[in-house]
């Protein structure tokens, strides 16, 4: 068993469709990967359709953008009631939200000179994808004024830079509560990915817990072996369980599809733990 529970497609910030993150799975052996979109569920239907047919299990998940004091988290939700009337609600208005900050990124760049528009940051997207960074990166890429997403990342694009703008996300320990109330399992994604903005602390983490968070995402790129063995003790004193993945976004980043894994036994606890009716699809 090889099981990857942090994927992106093209419902989001990820460059490929739901279907080509799911045969890249099949192609490099994965037996079960979670699809955890950007606020969104839109893509579960096609990532499913095509575990069934590659036998990948799909676990239909989302990553939600929230925050605490203006710290922007991600909280993956697995397994969620996707019609939840209060879990749409939360991702609906931080999907709109990204698109006025969207825009307003946009302004605060072009103020100053760098070539880019809204449109040519739209064309980036699939219609109705959730909008984020990555968009705006592509689209300095498309007009040759970065190399890279990661090189747009570091100078313009990232938390501490003057263009950056904020948008709405509901408070991190309210989205744990909510999530379980949408039946689902909530765990707090890459919780010491420092290099890449700030991060919580462990106080934070602790009322997350309380809360209801599940485990913690030890395992993964942006973590160095110190935050990963943090990870894994303050995972133990919680009584929380802890993940490993790769937070695929397709040719945008260099994470490859199952770079880290989950153990089989954390997943089953995570399909006990499940209330919502949302269950993975397997073939
Ligand atoms: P946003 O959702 O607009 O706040 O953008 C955050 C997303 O940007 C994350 O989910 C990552 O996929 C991506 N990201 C963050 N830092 C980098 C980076 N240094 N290089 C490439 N992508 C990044
Ligand atoms: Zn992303
Ligand atoms: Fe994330
Ligand atoms: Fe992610």
Redesign the pocket.
């Known amino acids: 068993m090889a099981i990857d529970l942090h994927t992106?497609s093209n419902a989001s910030?990820g460059t490929h469709d739901p279907a080509d993150v799911v045969a890249e799975a099949a192609a490099h052996g994965l037996t079960t990967i979670a699809l955890t979109d950007?606020d969104t569920t839109a893509g579960w239907a096609e990532a499913s359709r095509a575990g069934l047919e590659l036998g990948v299990a799909i676990v239909p998940g989302v990553?939600i953008?929230t925050q605490h004091h203006g710290i922007?988290v991600?909280l993956l939700g697995y397994l969620v009631d996707p019609d939840h009337p209060g879990l749409r609600r939360e991702m609906e208005h931080a999907r709109k939200s990204?698109d006025t900050r969207m825009e307003r990124m946009v302004a605060n760049l072009a103020a100053d000179g760098i070539p880019v528009t809204l449109e040519a940051v739209r064309a980036q997207a699939k219609p109705g994808a959730t909008?984020?960074?990555?968009h705006i990166?592509d689209a300095l890429v498309e007009a040759g004024y970065v190399p890279d997403?990661?090189a747009a990342?570091?100078d313009l694009?990232?938390d501490r830079s003057p263009y950056y703008v904020h948008?709405y996300a509901p408070d991190v320990v309210r989205a744990v509560a909510l999530v379980r109330e949408a039946g689902g399992v909530p765990v707090m994604a890459h919780p010491f990915a420092n290099r890449?903005g700030r991060t919580v602390t462990d106080h934070v983490i602790e009322q997350m817990a309380e809360a209801g968070l599940g485990g913690l995402e030890a395992f993964h790129r942006d973590h160095l072996p110190p935050e990963r063995e943090h990870a894994v003790a303050l995972a133990e004193r919680l009584g929380l369980f802890v993940t490993g993945s790769s937070?695929y976004?397709g040719a945008?980043?260099e994470n490859r599809i199952g770079e880290n894994t989950t153990d089989p036994a954390v997943l089953a606890q995570i399909e006990e733990q499940a209330t919502s009716g949302t269950t993975v699809v397997r073939a």
């Open positions: 992106h910030d950007h990553e953008s922007s991600h990204r909008l984020g960074r990555p990166a997403r990661a990342f570091a694009l990232n948008h890449r937070d976004h945008g980043k």
